[in-house]
């Protein structure tokens, strides 16, 4: 069974940057499509980036532009750079499993990591 760590969360202000990382065990990670994925307080988890194993993209419409996923398959790692953080981007981000770029997710999730944007 494929464990993911994430990390890398913290608090910024606004218009700062984070740079979360996904650890994942288990040799098939190299071949899933991944994503990340955000739950705010109150709200349903929702994705907001996926990755091929191949390397194709796509991003919600709310962080295109500002946010970038990347992959090293060969240290079973998935990340996200966001920059231009924005306090509607606070909430949970964990990474999981996709069966399909635009969702939905398969498998356990992490722990995730808290990400805070102040105003």
């Known amino acids: 069974q494929v464990q993911l760590v994430e990390s890398g969360g913290g608090l910024v202000q606004a218009g700062g940057s984070l740079r979360l990382s996904c650890v994942g065990s288990?040799?098939?990670?190299?071949?899933?499509?991944m994503g990340w994925f955000r739950q705010a307080p109150g709200k349903q988890r929702e994705l907001v980036a996926g990755?091929?194993?191949?390397?194709?993209?796509k991003y919600r419409d709310s962080v295109k532009g500002r946010f970038t996923i990347s992959r090293d398959n060969a240290k079973n790692t998935v990340f996200l750079q966001m920059n231009s953080l924005k306090p509607e981007d606070t909430g949970v981000y964990y990474c999981?499993?996709?069966?399909?770029?635009?969702?939905?997710?398969?498998?356990?999730w992490g722990q995730g990591t808290q990400v805070t944007v102040s105003s």
């Open positions: 288990g040799s098939i990670f190299s071949i899933n499509a």
């Open positions: 990755i091929t194993s191949g390397g194709s993209t």
């Open positions: 999981n499993r996709l069966l399909a770029l635009d969702g939905p997710a398969w498998g356990s």
